[in-house]
């Protein structure tokens, strides 16, 4: 609030009871509102023009915390920590093209579900790359982060995350049997053709 914002940030605007998307713009402690046309209802534009002019009161509510966003935060830092032990071949693999556009298109679940919950209490210094031996529907990677358990696919494996959406993660999963595979510690470069 203090207009030291380097970047605009989402807001919900309510002017003269039309609720809209907005982007909230601030530079030397001045404010400015833009509302996106892609962000709202066509149509939306010419209302607010209508009711700019007999000077209704204008709202704002900024964005809450999101649920989504933090997810986002835990599969990117999963997804990096695979690519540090496992290397290249993770960057390669077509199975990984949805992780990647989930990270990168944040605003939108590119995925119904993709980070988890541990059923039993872990304090956050717990990090750990897993391989999922059992359920055979969900073998793939798991990267622990404390409580956290983010979920990504083995090599060349395209329906891991229709799996998940359709079987559930824990705590419907009752037993999940894991095998450790370590953590990194350095960056693992190359790649193993074989």
Known sequence: MSGGAHRPHRVKATIGGITVNGRMHAKNGSFSLTIPRELNRP???ALLQELGRTGAPLVVEHERYSRLGANIGWLRAGYLAL????GYR???DPAMDIVRKQI???DERRMMTFVGTAQAEFPLSIRRVLRVIDPAWHRGWTVQ????LVNLPSQGDMNFYDRLAEFGLPPTVENTTYEYVGWPTS???GLDLN
């Open 43 to 45: 149509g939306t534009s």
């Open 83 to 86: 690519v540090a032990m496992e």
């Open 90 to 92: 993770v960057l390669l």
């Open 104 to 106: 990168i298109e944040c």
């Open 145 to 148: 982060f404390g409580q956290h």
């Open 187 to 189: 960056p693992t470069f």
